[in-house]
């Protein structure tokens, strides 16, 4: 399990004490109330502007946040490679917490394990306590490469959240 805190400098990287399989858990503090945490992460219009690493763009997303609902994601590398990810909610409790399936396509003909990501929401006096926990890696490899690539993300996260609560203000 890697852990991160809400400046995302990881701590020592450890393994699930139940399955032996590399986690990754990054917890953050976002100054932002909970709802708008929870549109940014269920919202197209939010989803588009920031869930990719730095220097990635999203061009096609699409979701529907409900159990059973399937989500699909296509991000363009700086380099105008494509990568293709997907997933299906398995657990939806609004301004909570979120479940979802994450699988990357297939770009080199070999397949691509399915993790498990689960997002917790708490209010912590008009702020976020953000919790995420992705599961079910197949390597410590590729663990550390999400590692980054949500770190960025979430660093991408923060800037937007801080953007749209300018604008209402």
Known sequence: MTTATLNSEPL?????????EPELVLTRILDAPRELVWKAWTEREHLIRWSAPHGFTIFYCVGEARVGGAWRTCMMSPEGK?????????????????????????????????????????DEGGKTLFRFHQQGFASLASRDGHEGGWNGSLDR?????????NAQA
């Open 12 to 20: 020592t990287p450890m393994a699930s004490a139940s399955t032996g």
């Open 82 to 122: 494509e990568h293709w990810v997907g997933g299906v909610y398995r657990e939806v409790v609004p301004f909570e917490r979120l479940v979802f399936t994450h699988l990357w396509d297939d770009n080199d003909g070999y397949p691509n394990p399915e993790t498990l990501v689960t997002l917790s929401f708490s």
């Open 157 to 165: 996260l923060n800037d937007l959240l801080h953007e749209v609560q």
